[in-house]
């Protein structure tokens, strides 16, 4: 008996001590982990090099960087210089021609990059000499090449068109060009003009002013010995001449006197970017550094931020959005940012302001500190003993002339800062009145519930310049499908000059694919039509409209027009408006731009056509086609009307093709003349 | 101690270039609710990282429901019994940690960083998020607009943004696979609440999941905290999963998607394969670094060096438990078309069907291969979801250490033969993903 209850109570012990662990409670961290902060082992080359090294032997990899710390360089009218020299570097040596040496570099199996400020990789440890005698090979003693600065500028030029659609790239670049402003180093951009300025000589000047060891650092973490490194750096390294970087006066960044948005359209955006910044001198030797890290953090550091709290957690605005503020030598910027749909634009600006607002008047919670604090010193402890870590340490203590103790005392001067130094420092950093409040949107959507936040908005296009307010607007009930086409035939001539137009015939050359393409297009006012597309001499395709029926040559295949395109045809002429304004069908479905203008859409049937609100005169006509069971739209801008026989006719079209703009220019119009029966057989 | 006597010799052999690629200890047992559990200890920092892997992505939702896997994972971040709404990203940064999750279209992961002394912390958490989060129509509602602002800003309003889009619809169509991960905005709307809880129910279990630790940790302790904090979560209903097999394509498939984000257009040729467990994804993954990998790959050196018809032009494999997908892509240079670029993709994919790779080629895709798996082992948090991954998904943990011999073992043959296998014309899907005439 005694004994059965003793196995009970054992039993029930040991069942209750599992259940026992108290999920509400939740866990205490043990005891701190102690922080080891290495130091790397260093030299200097007689040249300036200064070589920082942490061997580190847990895999057999080492990752090297060879940093040039010479702060920004203004490009000015050449920006792109500092792009085309990087991507020239690493294109072949004086001994090496560019497929060798990319043949050496990818035997190795590196992971490398190359630029003018910093060039680096990865690789195994057993190929480093041999990958670190390639890379020295590659900047000290490199070949710049006139077909490989066509090459990479023409790549430049594409690449800029990668992203010029993006509203996240249009924003990233004006908001810094407005901030820094254009003639500062931080607010340049590439354009197509400023990259074809630059020519090979350029680069070689600018590689020659800019590469130089003065105040260079080459930093190796990974599996090497410290003697080793020593005897190669020197080997590969020692012919770098010595020489000091050139430093360039530019204008520094000032702040707003008073709060402004600074709105850019763009039509087609589901959201709307928007960040609200000023600028910053801040250096990490600052007394007040760690407090203004931390006002930044509680305000918007991250997912337990107060600008990510409200806009994501409390409202389901944003998938994110936080704030930024760093140390540097250089002028800086204070930035926090979203991107919100479009409907919510402006609660989200007024939330972000009252976030803003509220971190400089109250004073945060000792939760909120204490919190800010606790990310800060847990992100140092987990990085402080990786290598790469002690070696980004190292250099930032020498970039950003810092105190050598500056690390060891990291943690005790976070946990020293008080709630209000955290206070003074939003005060002084955050500019509640004179902020600068970038919105990239859709202006159709956005732009009224802006302008009712009583905040006064400056309008810039895609390019930071300045540009009129983007028209939002309603058609006036006085204007109709009728009168528009009226107008349009009455600024082209008038009907009675149309009458008597009989004929037209109109060349035009494009250029596709750097050939020439002819295209010769004849138009009878009775309705027929022709089409002759030449290049080089030879036709590629013909079509041919007799009024009732038609057909199309292509390439020696001759198909009869049928459906869609036949109607089409049917429903033109010269000037189809004339057959439009008797047709019920035509619509004004209100005001859209082209271009930098508005013009009136209106709608006819399956094509849709734009009239420039001012001039009156049409300059888009867009056309849905069926394409192998796809709908397409493809759209045709006109432009330069000139006058001919009477009636002005476009003598510019672009149409876009397969995202290529191809743009058709008139060399020979003739009106009444050069047709005859045969062109319609 | 093997451990120890490894970092030994690598300290002595450092520099002399002998040592292979590192070898990573772990240890694995399961839990009685079916809860696997892998522990790899690395002392080297002061972190630790926690991570739960659930067998449950894309490819386990409703058709007229996409989206939801990845919507689910929002929600485990709402709170649980014992962590107020809110309050969960506040206890990790407090603690010094850092953490996030992401879901594909086979599985979800979540995971904790943190210093070493806050493992119980992280075990903790993980625990109450298995075991009773609380899923409610508030975290509902606003995670509803977060994963919508989600999919507006990485996909509707970014450039190439619907690639992945346009290229499954075409490739699969019966698998869900077909669908995207973060789903349609309609689908995203018309999720409900018992619909989430059916789904926790369904698929959170720990039968479902593998556990990982990984770090600067006490092993003896840690299996007490995992003990105390897991076994008692029930275990669920074993999951019956529906199998869907795709015809394979055998005419080539020809489509158009129209993006308004971007300005130059990108044509891709995109492949079926099988799964990532079949030694042929290995194998196409050489054929990818042999056309594309580096500046002297053949296809960069061929279109963009030399022909100078693409502005860029890349393949790779992407792998997938169900299926993977196999891509080639170009962006076409201003006045080249995407005909340019696909006559010299032709002949190089033709070439390497055909003729073998040189061994010069053959010795750099080792040393490349070798290179990117150690790079991939190189953190506490990159070892914790490749152990996680190998598990749940490869069904072999051991891969972690035996991927780089199956690298080897494949010859310069078999790089051809696969390449020949899958790469035919007849097979792929051509599309032009090209812009949209917005202005």
Known sequence: MKKSLYIFLVLLLSVSMQAQVDRSVQPKPGPAPKVNLGKPQSFKLPNGLTVLVVENHKLPQVNFNLYLDNGPTLEGNKKGVDDLASSLLGTGTSKLSKDQFNEKLDYYGASLFFSVHSTGGSTLSRYFPEVLNLIAQGVLDPVFRGDELESERAKLLDGIKVGEKSAQEIAGRVRKALVYGKGNPSGEFLREETINNISLSDIQEYYKTYFVPENAYLVIVGDVKFGDVKKLVTSNFSSWKKAASPKKAYPEPVNLTATEIDFVDVPHAVQSEISVSNVVNLKMTDPDYFAALLANQILGGGGEGRLFLNLREAHGWTYGSYSRLRGDKHTSDFTASASVRNAVTDSAVVEMLGEIKRIRIELPTQADLDLAKAKYVGSFVMNAE??????????????????????????????????????????????????????????????????????????????????????????????????????????????????????????????????????????????????????????????????????????????????????????????????????????????????????????????????????????????????????ITQRTLFGDYREVGGIKIPFKQTTNMMGMDIEMNVTDAKVNEGVSDADFK | MKKIFLSLGLLFMGGVGVVSAQHIEFEEYTLSNGLHVILHQDKSVPVVTTSVMYHVGAKDEQPDRTGFAHFFEHLLFEGTENIGRGDWFKIVSANGGQNNANTSDDRTYYYETFPSNNLQLSLWMEAERMLHPVINQIGVDTQREVVKEEKRLGVDNRPYGRLFEAVKSNIFKHHPYRWTTIGDMDHIDAATLAEFQAFFKKFYIPNNAVLVVAGDFDKAQAKKWIDEYFASIPKG???????????????????????????????????????????????????????????????????????????????????????????????????????????????????????????????????????????????????????????????????????????????????????????????????????????
């Open chain 2, 237 to 439: 209903a074993d999951i019956v999963r529906k199998q869907y097999t795709e015809e394979p394509i055998t005419k080539q498939i020809n489509a158009k998607f129209e993006d308004e984000n971007i300005q130059i257009p990108m044509l891709l040729n995109v492949y079926r394969t099988p799964s990532f467990k079949e030694r042929d994804t290995y194998a196409l993954d050489l054929v990818s670094d042999v056309l594309s990998s580096g500046k002297s790959s053949r296809l960069y050196r061929r279109l963009v060096d030399k022909e100078k018809t693409a502005l860029d032009v890349s393949s790779f494999i992407y792998p997938q438990e169900d299926y993977g997908t196999y891509f080639i892509y170009g962006l076409p240079m201003t006045g080249k078309t995407m005909e340019d670029m696909q006559i010299s993709i032709d002949e190089e994919v033709n070439r390497i069907c055909t003729e073998l790779i040189t061994e010069d080629e053959y010795q750099k895709l080792l040393n490349k291969v070798e290179n990117s798996v150690v790079s991939q082992n190189s953190s506490t948090d990159g070892v914790a979801h490749n152990l996680a991954t190998y598990y749940l998904l490869y069904k072999d943990v051991n891969l972690i250490n035996k991927e780089i011999d199956i690298y080897r073992s494949i010859t310069r043959e078999e790089i051809r033969d696969v390449a020949k296998k899958y790469l035919k014309p007849n097979q792929r899907l051509v599309l032009d993903y090209v812009p949209k005439n917005a202005e």
């Open chain 1, 386 to 631: 990786k290598p790469a870590t002690i070696a980004n340490l190292a250099t930032y203590e020498k970039t950003q002339s810092l105190p050598a103790t500056f690390y060891q005392d990291y943690i005790k001067n976070i946990n020293a800062v008080t709630l209000e130094q955290v206070n003074a420092a939003a005060k002084k950093y955050f500019m509640y009145d004179a902020l600068r409040i970038v919105v990239v949107g859709k202006a159709a959507e956005v732009l009224p519930s802006l302008e009712a936040l009583n905040i006064p908005i400056k309008y810039y296009d895609k390019y930071a310049d300045a540009t009129e307010k983007p028209s939002v607007k309603d058609v006036d009930p006085n204007v109709t499908a009728t009168s528009v086409l009226e107008k349009y035939i009455r600024n082209i001539g008038g009907l009675q000059a149309i009458d008597k137009v009989n004929t037209v015939a109109i060349t035009y050359v494009a250029k596709v694919q750097g050939q020439e393409m002819k295209t010769v297009s004849k138009q009878t006012a009775s309705g027929k039509s022709s089409q002759e597309v030449s290049m080089m001499g030879m036709v590629m395709a013909r079509t041919v409209f007799d009024g009732e029926k038609g057909f199309m040559v292509v390439q020696g295949q001759k198909k009869e027009m049928t459906g869609d395109v036949l109607e089409a045809l049917k429903s033109g002429g010269i000037i189809p408006e004339t057959k439009m304004l008797k047709s019920g069908d035509v619509k004004i479905a209100g005001i859209e731009k082209v271009g930098d203008n508005d013009a009136y859409k209106i709608v006819d049937g399956k094509k849709t056509i734009f009239y420039d609100q001012a001039t009156g005169l049409k300059v888009a006509e867009e056309a849905t086609v069926d394409m192998e069971g796809q709908q």
